[in-house]
């Protein structure tokens, strides 16, 4: 555990204000390498393409969270002041076993929720579209919105490798949001796509500004302000988070204990 009254420069956020580590560049997991996209890159992108599209995303933890909380989820992962009803879309990761990515896609307009898989499972279908619509009505018991949702089916192509399932999962993504046919994406080109994302993700950044960032790897950031915010880097994963968005900082044996967060606490760790 490292903590710190704030982030050095080798901290870079997107224009949403998402966390992207330069280190993402030389991990495996980065776009510009052949294995899968860690969890960092595909949210940094999937927060890019809704703040350019009318799009809410919600973060691949939550699914963790759906699968193992008793009760179902804590009230902070029910996102209750933000107005899902008012976005065109609602999508969601998937890391499916720990090792496939896939997307859920809610058409809010249309009240449908489907998943766009590039290896098709029926089991996977099922299984998430049941855990989205129940947190959804759990949900609406506290908003008031969009508590009833119809299945759809979203057929794509099927990915020809072991490792470009995140990359497919970005490319669907970004098709659905232009109007774009998922039968228009094509895995052949799914390494020039991580070369895009890449680009893409390098062009939007920016160093960390201690005055104007305040959002941290947590999927319920608080986003404080203040001249003064301070940081702890979670022991498992490296992640920075607010020590306000964490409780087991605030508490006081967190010294001895060192820090996991919450992320970790849901079992999804790269």
């Not at 949210?43 to 009760?71: C, E, K, M, N």
């Not at 390494?191 to 201690?210: A, C, E, F, V, W």
């Not at 999927?219 to 702890?232: E, S, V």
Request: glycine share 4%.
């Amino acid at each position: 555990m490292y903590m710190c009254p704030s982030l050095s420069d080798c901290v870079r956020y997107d224009e949403t204000g998402r966390s992207c580590m330069h280190c993402d560049c030389r991990r495996p997991g980065h776009p510009h390498g052949q294995a899968w996209l860690n969890d960092v890159v595909i949210h940094s992108y999937l927060a890019l393409l809704a703040h350019s599209y009318d799009a809410y995303v919600l973060p691949s933890f939550l699914g963790i969270r759906w699968q193992q909380s008793t009760p179902f989820v804590t009230r902070e992962w029910m996102y209750t002041r933000v107005q899902m009803a008012r976005h065109r879309w609602i999508l969601m990761p998937l890391h499916v076993n720990g090792n496939h990515w896939a997307l859920l896609v809610a058409d809010v307009a249309a009240g449908t929720v489907g998943i766009a898989d590039s290896v098709t499972s029926e089991s996977t279908c099922t299984t998430f579209l049941a855990l989205f619509k129940r947190y959804m009505a759990a949900r609406a018991e506290l908003t008031n919105e969009l508590a009833e949702w119809t299945d759809t089916q979203y057929d794509m192509p099927q990915q020809q490798d072991t490792s470009s399932c995140g990359v497919l999962c970005l490319m669907a993504a970004e098709a659905l949001l232009q109007s774009v046919p998922l039968s228009a994406v094509q895995p052949a080109s799914a390494q020039l796509y991580r070369k895009y994302i890449q680009t893409r993700l390098i062009m939007n950044s920016r160093l960390y500004d201690s005055e104007g960032d305040a959002v941290c790897d947590l999927p319920f950031c608080q986003q404080p302000t203040g001249a003064r915010i301070t940081w702890t880097q979670c022991d498992q994963c490296d992640r920075w988070c607010h020590n306000c968005c964490c409780v087991r900082v605030r508490s006081a044996s967190w010294q001895n204990k060192g820090f996991i967060c919450d992320i970790c606490q849901c079992g999804d760790i790269k």
